[in-house]
C-alpha cells in the first residue's frame, strides 16, 4: 500500500470509530422496517417559520460540475423567499465530506451528497433522516425513477436517500482502431461478450495497437459484472435481507471474469492502469488510446463529457460508445448504477427538514435534473427527465449519452442487480482493488486464489466493520 | 618490486588519477540523482504551459512549442489562489513562531534545568515522535469544536504550535552550549530567561533556523487536517486544499491544475534553495557529538 494510502487509511479508520461511537443500535437492520415519520418533515413547519429557513448544503463537485451545482443553488434561492442554501464545496471527494460531516456530529450540514453506495453507513452513524419520512410527507413520486437506483437507496424496506447523479460503466473505442483491425463497430445497445472484447483486444494487437486494450484495476466493475450475472456480491442477499456477514464473489462467474480478463495481460493484449490516479494518472488509458497504443478502454460515463471534448481533439481517433461487456450472452441482470444520492441531516429541526426538502425537490425536478445531467454527462435518473426536451435534443445529436441509459435501464431491478449493501464498502472495494491490481500486474497470480483471497480479505473487513458498530 | 611503486612522484600521481576518477563517478551518480529528482517537476512546469492535446501526446514534448502562460492566470483567477496563498501564509506564520517559542522555551529547559519527572517528561515528549498525527485527528477535532474554535485560523494552527522534533532539536543545540557560558552568566548576576535570551539563544541560531525551515515545509503542505477543519469554513481553506478545487475533471483544465501546482510549490522551492545549508545542518543535526 502506498505511504498516502495508509495515511489515508489510518485518518478514515480513526473517523470511522468516531462515527461508531455515534451508532447505537443500528446492528441489526433492515428487513423489518421501520416505520415512516412524516411528521418529521411536515412542510407546515416551513411555511410556519418565521423568516427564511437557512440550511447548509455539503456537495464534492468539482471543476464544471462545481460551477453547475452552484448555479443551481443560486436559482433555487432565488425561486422562492422561505428557503436560502449555502453551497459548502467539499474538495477532499465522498470519503472526505462524510468523514467531516460525521466528525461534526450530524451538524455541519443539513443536506448531504454522497456516494449512491454509503448509505448504509449513514443508517449504521443515525445521522441522516431516511428520506422516506419526506416522501411520505409530501406524497413525492418515486414510481418515475430507474427502479433499480429506488431499490439500490431501499435499506430496511425505506428510502433512505434520493439518487441523484447517476453514471455506469461503459466501453469507450476507438473506431478508426476497430477499422484498421477489421472489426465492425460495436452496438450501443447490445452488449458484447468478455470473450468477444478479449478476442477484439487481440485482434487490435496484431493491428499493430502494442497495448491491445486499456484496462483499469477498477473494482467497482466485478461487482458490476456480477449483478449482471445476478450474483450475490455479498450474503444476505446483497446486505439486503439482513446486515451483510460475507463477501460472496468467489463464485463461477467472478473466476471466468477474472481468468479472462488475466489472459488479455498474460498474452499482451491488454494493459493494466490503476484506477485509483489523480490528476493526469487518472487518465492514463485515454492517452494510451489516443497515443494509438490501445484502441479501447472501459471507463465511467461521468467521463463521457470529458472523453467526447478530448479524443477527438486527435486525428487517430473517432470515439465509439458500448455498453459494457458482459461476462456470459445469456446475463439479464443489466448495468447497476453508481453516481451518488442526497441526503438530510437526522439532526436538523422539522423546519430545517421540510428546508432541505424543498431544495431536494427542486434539484430533481425533471428539467433541473436534465440540466444538471445535460452539463456533467451524468446520465438521466427518471423517465421524464429522459423525456424533457434538454435530453431529447442531446440524444439526438450525440447518441453515446444514452448508452449508459440504456444499460441501466435494462434488466430487472432486484437485490442482486442493484450491488452490495455495505456499511463499509470503500474498504471492501480496496480490497477487491489490490486483488485486480495483483492479478493483472503478476503473470504467476492465478485467478481462483487472487478472487479466494479477496474474498477472504473482504469478510474479514465486513466482520470487523459489523463488530465496531455492535 | 617496480620500480614506480617506490617513485613517491608516480604513487602521488596514481592517487590524484584515482581522486579524480573518484570525483568524477560520485558527480555522475550525484548528477543522476538530480535528474532523476527535478525530471517530474520540470514536466510539471512543462506540462503546465502546454495545451491539452500536447499534453497528451506521444511521444511528449519536453519543451513547450507555444508556451500557454495563460492557464497560470486562471490559476489565480478561477481558483481564487491569491486568496488561498494568503491563508497558507498567515497558517504557515502562525505555526512557526508559535512552535519555534513553544520549542526553545521546552528545549531550553530539558537542557539547562534539573527538575522532577524530568526523565518521565522526556521521554514522553519522544514518545509522541512516534505516534502519526491522523491518530490524534479525531481527539484534536473534538478539542478545538469544544474550544468553540472551528472556523477561525486558530483551529488550523493551535495542534501545531508545539513540535517535539523541535524541542529535541534545539535540546540537542542547547546541550552543545558550554556549561562554563551558563556559570560564567550567573556569576555576572544573569538569570535564566537573560541567559536564555542573550547567550543561549545567539549561540543555537543556526538549530533554529534549520527548525524554522522544517516547521515551514511541514506547515505549508499540510493537507488532512485543514480539509477537515475547512470543511464548513470555505473562507480559511488552505492553498493545499485550494488546489483541488481546481480538479475540474476536464482535459482542458488540465494546464490550469498544473499551473495551480507549480504556484504552490514555488515558495517552498525557493526556501529549499534560499535555505539548503540549514535544512542540511537540521538532518544532520546529533549526528556527530
Known amino acids: 500500500m502506498k505511504p498516502m494510502n495508509v495515511i489515508k487509511s489510518i485518518a478514515g479508520t480513526a473517523v470511522l470509530a468516531s462515527s461508531a461511537v455515534v451508532v447505537s443500535a443500528a446492528s441489526s437492520l433492515p428487513a423489518s422496517a421501520a416505520s415512516v415519520n412524516a411528521a418529521a418533515c411536515a412542510t407546515s413547519a416551513l411555511t410556519n417559520a418565521s423568516g427564511k429557513v437557512h440550511i447548509t448544503f455539503y456537495e464534492a463537485t468539482a471543476g464544471a460540475n462545481l460551477t453547475e451545482i452552484q448555479k443551481l443553488v443560486t436559482a433555487f434561492n432565488n425561486s422562492q423567499n422561505k428557503v436560502v442554501v449555502q453551497d459548502i464545496n467539499q474538495p477532499g471527494g465522498y470519503v472526505a465530506t462524510w468523514n467531516a460531516y460525521t466528525l461534526s456530529g450530524g451538524n455541519g450540514a443539513n443536506v448531504i451528497m454522497d456516494d449512491m453506495f454509503n448509505t448504509q453507513a449513514h443508517v449504521d452513524s443515525q445521522l441522516t433522516l431516511p428520506i422516506a419520512d419526506c416522501i411520505a410527507a409530501t406524497g413525492f413520486k418515486t414510481s418515475d425513477y430507474l427502479p433499480k437506483t429506488i431499490v439500490q437507496q431501499t435499506i430496511g424496506g425505506q428510502v433512505q436517500a434520493l439518487p441523484y447523479s447517476m453514471s455506469a460503466p461503459v466501453l469507450y473505442y476507438n473506431k478508426q482502431a476497430f477499422a484498421a483491425a477489421h472489426l465492425a463497430p460495436l452496438s450501443m445497445t447490445k452488449p458484447i461478450t468478455i470473450a468477444q472484447m478479449v478476442a477484439d483486444a487481440k485482434a487490435l494487437k496484431n493491428a499493430g495497437y502494442s497495448d491491445g486494450m486499456s484496462l483499469k484495476n477498477d473494482p467497482w466493475w466485478l461487482q458490476i459484472w456480477n449483478g449482471m450475472a445476478n450474483q450475490y456480491f455479498v450474503n444476505n442477499q446483497n446486505g439486503r435481507a439482513g446486515r451483510a456477514t460475507a463477501a460472496t464473489f468467489n463464485n463461477a462467474s467472478s473466476l471466468s471474469l477474472l481468468t479472462q480478463l488475466q489472459t488479455m495481460t498474460k498474452g499482451g493484449y491488454a494493459k493494466e492502469f490503476s484506477a485509483t490516479g489523480t490528476g493526469l494518472a487518472a487518465y492514463d488509458n485515454l492517452f494510451d488510446i489516443s497515443s494509438n497504443k490501445s484502441g479501447m478502454s472501459i471507463d465511467t460515463s461521468a467521463a463521457l463529457g470529458t472523453i467526447a471534448g478530448y479524443l477527438p481533439m486527435f486525428k487517430n481517433v473517432t470515439l465509439g460508445v458500448a455498453p459494457l461487456p458482459q461476462i456470459s450472452a445469456s446475463d439479464k441482470g443489466g448495468v447497476q448504477p453508481g453516481g451518488n444520492a442526497l441526503s438530510i441531516s437526522s439532526k436538523n429541526t422539522t423546519a430545517e427538514n421540510a428546508a432541505s426538502w424543498a431544495f431536494i425537490q427542486y434539484l430533481e425536478s425533471a428539467e433541473n435534473l436534465a440540466t444538471w445531467d445535460a452539463a456533467t454527462g451524468y446520465v438521466p435518473i427518471t423517465t421524464a427527465e429522459a423525456k424533457t426536451s434538454t435530453i431529447s435534443k442531446l440524444w439526438s445529436k450525440h447518441p453515446e449519452y444514452k448508452v449508459a441509459y440504456t444499460a441501466v435501464s435494462t434488466g430487472t431491478a432486484n437485490n442482486a442487480t442493484v450491488g452490495p449493501d455495505l456499511g463499509n464498502f470503500n474498504q471492501v472495494s480496496t480490497d477487491i482493488g489490490n486483488a485486480l491490481a495483483h492479478l493483472l500486474t503478476d503473470n504467476a497470480a492465478t485467478p481462483s486464489s487472487v478472487i479466494a483471497n479477496a474474498q477472504s480479505a473482504a469478510t474479514a473487513d465486513i466482520q470487523s466493520y459489523n463488530a465496531s458498530i455492535n | ?289
Not at chain 2, 515528549?125 to 468553540?148: C, D, G, M, R
Not at chain 2, 537573560?194 to 534549520?210: E, F, S
Request: proline share 6%; charged share 10%; net charge positive.
Open chain 2, 1 to 289: 618490486m617496480p620500480t614506480d611503486q617506490l617513485d613517491p612522484i608516480a604513487t602521488a600521481k596514481r592517487r590524484k588519477r584515482r581522486r579524480r576518477l573518484s570525483t568524477v563517478v560520485s558527480y555522475a551518480i550525484l548528477t543522476l540523482g538530480a535528474l532523476v529528482v527535478l525530471f517530474p517537476i520540470y514536466m510539471g512546469v512543462v506540462d503546465s504551459l502546454l495545451t491539452p492535446v500536447q499534453i497528451g501526446s506521444t511521444p511528449p514534448y519536453f519543451f513547450p512549442p507555444t508556451p500557454q502562460f495563460h492557464a497560470y492566470a486562471d490559476a489565480f483567477s478561477q481558483g481564487h489562489l491569491g486568496h488561498y496563498i494568503v491563508n497558507s501564509v498567515i497558517q504557515t506564520l502562525e505555526i512557526v513562531v508559535g512552535s519555534v517559542i513553544t520549542a526553545v522555551l521546552a528545549a531550553y529547559a530539558f537542557a539547562t534545568f534539573s527538575f522532577p519527572l524530568k526523565r518521565t517528561l522526556w521521554t514522553i515528549v519522544l514518545a509522541t515522535l512516534l505516534i502519526p498525527f491522523e491518530v490524534t485527528i479525531v481527539t484534536n477535532y473534538k478539542t478545538i469544536q469544544s474550544l468553540h474554535l472551528l472556523g477561525t485560523m486558530w483551529a488550523l494552527t493551535i495542534p501545531f504550535m508545539v513540535s517535539a522534533v523541535g524541542i529535541f532539536l534545539l535540546r540537542q543545540a542547547f546541550l552543545g552550549v558550554a556549561v562554563e557560558m551558563r556559570e560564567a552568566a550567573v556569576l555576572d548576576g544573569c538569570g535564566p530567561m537573560r541567559y536564555l535570551w542573550r547567550v543561549a539563544l545567539p549561540l543555537v541560531r543556526p538549530q533554529i533556523a534549520a527548525f524554522v525551515v522544517i516547521a515551514t515545509l511541514g506547515a505549508w503542505n499540510q493537507y488532512l487536517w485543514p480539509l477537515l477543519l475547512t470543511s464548513n469554513d470555505e473562507s480559511h481553506r488552505t492553498l493545499q486544499i485550494g488546489l483541488k478545487t481546481l480538479n475540474a475533471g476536464t482535459f482542458q483544465s488540465l494546464g490550469v491544475v498544473l499551473a495551480g501546482a507549480v504556484i504552490a510549490a514555488v515558495p517552498m522551492l525557493v526556501l529549499m534553495v534560499v535555505f539548503n545549508k540549514q535544512l542540511v545542518r537540521s538532518l544532520t543535526g546529533g549526528a556527530v557529538k
